[in-house]
């Protein structure tokens, strides 16, 4: 009896078993763009999280005022279709497009904007945006002068103008006005809240979201743009997000066509396969050039803690390790040529400095990288005292104890890991002894805000191409003034002029003199190296060969910023 | 039986509880909290902060949670924006669905195999599946999904198989060698001779007579094996693609998400505490020789007196 | 001894001989970069890079020069191109140098953390079987929740609170810890599971009887019948504590570079660009499946074979 039931308990739960492996077979989808995405978002509003794919799918959710061009990195219209500066930039007056609609059908006034912005502004929503939209301290004032028309306050003449805007996404009063009061907008626009209550004037909507699995957007058929040839856009219908944790999981997907567009550029180590599969013709390639952002070496400048009064100082042994020779030494003494071949495999470009080529309009080409010559790295440490005193090949400190030094990195980061590693060998060969030690990023991060590391080799948080969003990292008093952040005032000389320069170009309304201003700023880095930057990566995209109107750039999201654009054949 | 039951569920519940405590202790002192992901000041740091509730201290914090836990009000994730509650469960359900069907195709595997290892009278037969289990038994797990990734990458087939065959394989190779050892342990027994002696066929004394005697040594250690390949494992996750509670604790942890964090190995050790219940609570009515007083005894192949 | 555990031994031994005259074996030393040598397929004919990207070499008609017997037992005249018995990695550093260093690493590290838990896990199997009292439950249940812990997690969190740079000495230590807490539930449950069924024998019950003390009893009844079990389970732990290791480098929990681990080695392999452009990376996995397949063999004893 015993085994009777057992069995029939074991032939149960086999069928079950099957009956769910078969139901999860997924549907193939028809006429529909697959994107991938790392992972989940944390919010379907740019108003709330920053992490990647809640960038991707807020650009799909929602419009702006103003659109950043992906690939010329320039402003042009959006929502607002045409403007006008006044009192040398201090008013700016915007006419909204006539007849664009929210995704529900009403209709979006110059009102919803003012309650758009003020929500940025707004302590409840604790938005990341509010940093991008203060000038001088003090918020921007918007001003509805009629249904289509609003008025934009200054508090101080503005560079950037009109471009933090880009990140504003459009919501309507009439529905949100109570759930920022209440506190509640969060939950309105997180993954597992109704659809319906998720209204915003992009090319999709959302229409269905399989937990873990993937996000089913639809077309929003009020959407404003219209293509070229008169065609209303969004071209296609459906976009699915699947969720794909891993690169060599999205390179699988969209080599065997289950995927149309990945959400990075490619690795080198892929290149070859797609090279292969473009030649077949199911993938398109497009060369890009050289990366925005750059990994970079920085050491910790901070001054150590002053000896209690009436003690002799002891003599500090690794003060050589905030020297600027030693960062000149280190930048001579790497052969760049040598380390884009074992690092990026020899698809990557030198650079001098954090802003890279790949960033047009900002990046000061007259600045060369510094030539590789290890006698000159060798002289340069003589200079501090820093030489191989027992001729054991290891440099020895003034102290007489080893020259070395532990580098920080990311940890599951192949590239700034072998990057790490080519360092390691080269400083070997000056001399210096470098250690390798690994931890996550939250880890990491914390580290460097807290002063409690050597060197690290790590980049920033990605950003606009204009250097007025990257304000943390050039005040001395900045979060992400990596080598010394949050200084109350400035340490040094040279960090002092820097505040000095990137704050006055912060309020240069003139472009060409902004530019020149920001291009002394990186020719002072270049002097101070306070970051060292190697080489950057050339970027190739991916996508497949279905894809039409594709125009991918160099800031992220890369092929989805004009997904409206992007039709299947 | 009922008072074991009920003690070994009250156990199941305790270390449910420490999981989720200890877990949440860790990740808040752990450097770096859920907020700062991007470029912003230190004033928008301090409003997000006191947005998420990061602002008080960790010890109350948890204070307030473990007296919400009894209406199961999990809180919100810091990363996901989402109820941890239902973003637990779900991952969970998917996690144990993937290792359910693991776990049947690893006992439809195993254990015939273990007993024909045993058993069978060709000499082929048994030194096959004997080398076959130690094989795979000896391959990472890792390299393992990894073959299978590169070898059915051709072919069509969705990812839940491909994870349920990486992780069924390993548990099969166990379990078969599990079973054949616990066989051989129990052909001596005198009812197995009596049985020849009687006449039964070969056959039937191996199924009907010696089998039976030999589950309660598999079942011991098999208990754990389930719980292992129910509570889901994160490089397989990684490479079959599949969302579920390994790659969700990684993703929370790296986030400095506490409470998500907790919730996950809460989730965890609720599943392999009930799996293990179970287990022994099935050795117990399949074998009532075995005193509840001794209710380990019986696990790796000794029978319990 | 069977034929089987005979094999098993032989092929342990000769990976530990290998391990310890790793200095002699290797054919270069395991730090020197060389990127016109990245990723280079295993050869005896000189060769020059044509292509980057795919990693492509020509081989010339030339032959390496090689050189026997002059510290080391085979190695390239030519300083400027080495003998690549395994090929190169994506630095161009000798994979068989850094197996074979790894080698010392990850067995070294595993033979500690087996005794570790060994010594731990046998002490508190035979306090928890030796009299069934609260001692028996409480070790159990902790021993539960060890095996429940998200141990792996906890290292993480772990990582990122310690200082920066470990000394190998700390660092080795750190790890023989972590692997002894993970390991010495499962011996400690299988020891209590036999000395609990060992203490109901008629002969313990008689020397009971005679007057024998618990530490006689202990020594001289109830461990040399845990011998078999410990030896088993110790058989059984190596492989997963060498598997261990890979993956607590996983989470940054490892020896620094340039020293050389299984673990490291394979987790910058595992990717499917590895597997179709250079299968020698895998080589670490082909030491881990060996050391495996050995201990596998040697702990099956009871193949009727």
């Known amino acids: 009896m015993k085994r009777l039931a057992s069995l029939l308990l074991v032939a149960l739960l086999v069928i079950v078993g099957l009956w769910w492996l078969a139901s999860d077979r997924q549907a193939p989808g028809t006429a529909e763009l697959i994107a991938t995405l790392r992972s989940e978002p944390g919010s379907l509003n740019r108003l709330l999280a920053v992490d990647r794919a809640s960038l991707v799918v807020s650009q799909l959710l929602h419009e702006p005022l103003v659109r950043v061009h992906h690939v010329t990195q320039s402003l042009e219209p959006a929502l607002a279709e045409a403007w006008t500066t006044l009192d040398e930039g201090r008013r700016v007056r915007l006419t909204l497009r006539s007849g664009a609609r929210f995704s529900d059908g009403s209709a979006i006034t110059a009102d919803d904007v003012v309650f758009s912005l003020a929500a940025a502004y707004d302590p409840r929503v604790a938005s990341p945006l509010v940093d991008s939209l203060t000038v001088d301290g003090a918020p921007l004032v918007a001003r509805a002068l009629d249904a289509r028309t609003l008025e934009l306050t200054y508090p101080a003449p503005y560079g950037p103008g009109l471009r933090p805007l880009h990140a504003l996404p459009i919501l309507p009063r009439s529905r949100y006005a109570s759930l920022v009061t209440d506190g509640t907008l969060a939950a309105a626009w997180a993954l597992n809240a109704p659809a319906d209550g998720m209204v915003g004037a992009g090319p999709f909507v959302l229409a269905r979201h399989d937990p873990g699995v993937a996000i089913h957007l639809a077309r929003n058929p009020h959407y404003w743009r219209v293509a070229d040839e008169g065609t209303q856009l969004p071209r296609v219908g459906r976009l699915r997000l699947d969720i794909v944790p891993s690169q060599d999981a999205e390179m699988l997907r969209l080599r065997e066509g289950q995927a149309d567009v990945i959400t990075s550029e490619l690795r080198a180590d892929d290149l070859p396969e797609a090279r292969a599969l473009a030649a077949q013709g199911r993938l398109q390639l497009f060369e890009l050039g050289p990366a925005l952002e750059a990994d970079m070496l920085w050491f910790n400048l901070r001054p150590p803690s002053p000896p209690r009064t009436g003690t002799r100082p002891p003599v500090d042994g690794r003060a050589w390790l905030r020297s600027r020779e030693l960062r000149e030494a280190i930048s001579h003494a790497v052969d760049r040529a040598s380390f884009i071949n074992a690092v990026y495999r020899g698809a990557g470009v030198q650079v001098s400095g954090m802003i890279t080529p790949g960033n047009h309009r900002w990046h000061a080409s007259a600045i060369a990288p510094r030539p590789y010559s290890l006698a000159m790295a060798g002289e340069l440490l003589d200079r501090v005292g820093v030489r191989d005193r027992n001729g054991d090949g290891v440099r020895e400190d003034i102290t007489n104890r080893p020259a070395q030094f532990t580098l920080l990195v990311q940890q599951g980061h192949t590239v700034r890991r072998r990057a790490a590693l080519v360092l390691q060998d080269a400083l070997a060969k000056v001399g210096l002894r470098v250690e390798i030690a690994s931890l996550d990023a939250r880890g990491l991060q914390e580290r460097m805000a807290a002063g409690t590391y050597e060197a690290i080799y790590h980049a920033l948080p990605g950003s606009d191409t204009d250097p007025s969003g990257l304000m943390e990292f050039w005040l001395s008093s900045g979060r992400f003034h990596l080598w010394h952040p949050g200084q109350s005032t400035p340490a040094t000389p040279w960090e002092a002029e820097l505040d000095r320069l990137m704050t006055r170009q912060l309020s240069m309304t003139d472009e060409a003199e902004r530019q020149r201003t920001v291009g002394q700023a990186q020719t002072l880095l270049d002097r101070e190296l306070p970051v060292i930057v190697f080489a950057v990566p050339r970027v190739t995209i991916a996508t497949s060969a279905r894809l039409t109107h594709v125009a991918p750039g160099l800031l992220a999201p890369q092929v989805l910023w004009n997904a409206a654009e992007i039709g299947t054949r | 039986m009922r008072r074991f039951l009920a003690g070994r569920l009250a156990f199941a519940l305790a270390l449910v509880l420490v999981a989720y405590v200890g877990v949440y202790l860790l990740t808040g002192l752990a450097p770096g909290d859920a907020a700062g992901d991007h470029m912003g000041s230190e004033a928008t740091l301090a409003l997000q902060r006191a947005r998420l509730g990061l602002d008080r201290p960790l010890l109350e914090r948890l204070a307030s949670r473990l007296w919400q836990l009894p209406t199961l009000d999990l809180g919100t994730s810091a990363r996901f924006g989402q109820p941890v509650l239902a973003l637990v469960a779900q991952r969970a359900a998917s996690t144990v669905q993937a290792g359910a069907a693991a776990l049947l195709l690893a006992l439809a595997l195993g254990i015939p195999a273990g007993v024909l290892a045993a058993r069978s009278s060709s000499s082929v037969v048994r030194h096959g599946i004997a080398t076959l289990s130690v094989l795979l038994l000896s391959l990472p797990a890792l390299v393992m999904a990894l073959l299978l990734l590169v070898l059915t990458s051709g072919t069509g087939l969705p990812s839940l198989v491909l994870m349920v065959i990486a992780l069924a394989l390993p548990a099969a190779a166990l379990l078969e060698r599990l079973q054949a050892r616990a066989l051989h342990g129990v052909l001596r027994d005198p009812c197995l001779t009596a049985a020849r002696a009687r006449g039964v066929p070969a056959a039937q004394v191996t199924w009907h007579h010696a089998w039976p005697l030999s589950v309660p040594a598999v079942l011991g250690l098999a208990g754990v094996i389930a719980g292992q390949l129910l509570s889901g494992a994160l490089a397989i996750e990684l490479v079959a693609v599949r969302s579920g509670l390994g790659l969700l604790t990684f993703d929370a942890l790296q986030a400095r998400d506490v409470e998500l964090a907790a919730a996950c190995a809460a989730a965890v050790a609720l599943i392999v505490s009930v799996v293990s219940l179970s287990a022994d609570a099935l050795q117990l009515w399949l074998d009532p020789r075995v005193s509840i007083a001794n209710d380990d005894a019986a696990a790796d192949g000794y029978p319990a007196r | ?305």
Do not use: K
């Open chain 3, 1 to 305: 001894m069977r034929p089987t555990v005979r094999v098993g031994a032989w092929l342990l031994s000769l990976l530990c001989l290998t391990a310890a005259a790793a200095p002699w074996l290797a054919t270069s030393d395991v730090a020197t970069q060389r990127p016109d040598l990245a990723l280079a397929p295993p050869s005896l004919q000189r060769r020059v890079l044509v292509n980057r990207l795919p990693p492509t070499y020509r081989p010339l008609d030339a032959p390496l020069p090689l050189v026997w017997f002059s510290g080391r037992l085979v190695r390239s005249a030519d300083a400027a191109e080495p003998l690549l018995p395994l090929g190169s990695d994506s630095l161009g550093r000798d994979q068989w140098t850094r197996v074979l260093h790894g080698a010392r690493l990850s067995l070294g590290l595993a033979l500690a953390g087996l005794a570790g838990a060994l010594s731990i896990g046998t002490v508190l199997g035979l306090l928890a079987g030796a009299r069934h009292s609260w001692l028996d439950s409480g070790v159990m249940r902790l021993a539960d929740l060890f095996i429940a812990w998200p141990a792996l997690y906890v290292v993480l969190v772990l990582r990122a609170t310690l200082p920066l740079s470990l000394s190998f000495e700390a660092l080795f230590a750190l790890m023989t810890l972590v692997l002894t807490l993970a390991g010495w539930p499962l011996v400690a449950r299988a020891v209590r599971a036999v000395v609990a069924s060992e203490r109901a024998r008629e002969s313990v019950l008689a020397a009971q009887a005679a007057g024998a003390t618990h530490l006689w009893l202990l020594r001289r009844h109830l461990l040399p019948a845990a011998w078999p079990v410990i030896a088993t389970q110790a058989l059984l732990l190596v492989p997963s504590f060498i598997l261990a290791e890979a993956t607590l480098s996983f989470v940054g929990l490892g020896f620094s570079e340039p020293t050389p681990s299984w673990g490291t080695m394979l987790t910058e392999a595992i990717n499917p660009f590895t597997l179709r452009q250079a299968p020698w990376l895998l080589a670490p996995a082909a030491a881990i499946a060996l050391v495996t397949l050995s201990v596998n063999l040697m702990a099956d004893r009871h193949d009727r074979g």
